[in-house]
């Protein structure tokens, strides 16, 4: 493997813990919420289980923007019920013109929703089949979409296990849609670094980062492991670079935030896991088999249940926002370094 990026300057990174203490918090009863964006003027965007997203204004007011509210998920029908069915958003991107891209895991598909709320599909079959369970939507700076499919198992649950790879990567440009990439453990959040010459994944059943290098015409090629072949407890979800190069990465169910330096080193900067459930759903995930749902539900920690995405915002990219499956709530604090600046920034 080699650097992404060399540099006289020490790493900001190296030293660096998340104090619990200095974690603030904003939104409120929101549901699911997954991935997290942040806009120059500091509106926050969240995916939210109820169909769309909840807007968090700068003053700190919020507002649920969904085509069909009536549809939301009942928090009575049991955490296992919302967590697998229903209509999830998950990743989120913006559009060149400021509408929303949505991943949406419950219904399998991309959408594209208008910040008042209209829904169209962008996508909901490729190569004459249903998607499957799509994760997470990219635009970079050619405004080209990639998109990833988590798996084609339903309940996703069941996809959690070390053996499976079925996993792929779509690419929307000009051509259309089309598969770039597969045969990933559970292909979960996408970044490409400054540059856009690499696109890195998150195998979450395999606990580790790849990469592969961008071609011109948007072909995929060079598949790499990136850092360590494993990042140790829990499964990796979400990723996102700092502006020095570091790739900070979520560890869900374990609920650990890490970094990647530029050299491969691996940096853990929380850990918020409950130690008893973490090795519980270690051993289970060692057998190969789909971990049992129970054990899941069990793992988690006090900050950011389920620990699923990072994201950079505020004014100079130096506060951290911290998504996650099962809380109401955005934790955020201070980074050392700015993030590295997303497409629509």
Known sequence: MTPIRSSTRPNPLRGFQVDPGLV???????????????????????????????????????????????????????????????????????????????????TDRLERMTRSGVVQVVLDHIEGRPLGKV????????????????????????????????GSIILIDAKGPRIVADGFHFTNEIRLDEREEWLYVAETTAKRVTRLRVR?????????????????????DGIAFDAYGNLWATMIFADRLVAITPDGDLLELLNDGDPAATARFEVAFA?????????????????????????????????????????????????????????HW
Do not use: H, K
Request: proline share 8%; charged share 15%; aromatic share 8%.
């Open 216 to 236: 011109p015409d948007g072909s995929l090629a060079e598949r790499e492991i990136y850092g360590p072949a494993s990042l140790g407890a829990g499964v990796i």
């Open 135 to 166: 994760n997470f939507v990219l635009r970079d700076s050619q405004n080209r979409i990639w998109v990833t499919v988590s798996t084609q198992v339903n309940p996703w649950s069941e996809a959690i296990n070390s053996t499976l790879a079925d």
């Open 24 to 106: 603030r918090f904003v939104g409120r009863d929101l549901r699911r919420p997954e991935c997290i964006l942040a806009e120059r003027d500091g509106t926050l965007w969240s995916a939210d289980a109820r169909g769309g997203v909840v807007r968090i204004g700068p003053d700190g007011t919020q507002t649920l923007i969904a085509e069909t509210p009536e549809q939301q998920a009942n928090p009575a029908s049991g955490v296992a019920n919302r967590l697998l069915s229903g209509t999830l958003p998950n990743g989120l991107a913006f559009a060149d013109n400021g509408d929303i891209l949505i991943s949406n895991f419950g």
């Open 287 to 343: 057998t190969g088999n789909p971990v049992p749902f129970d054990l899941t539900l069990a793992c988690g920690g006090t900050l950011c249940r389920w620990l699923a995405s990072v994201a950079f915002g505020g004014p100079d990219l130096t506060t951290v926002y911290l998504g996650g499956l099962r809380t109401s709530r955005i934790p955020f604090f201070s980074s050392p370094t700015p993030g590295l600046p997303m497409v």
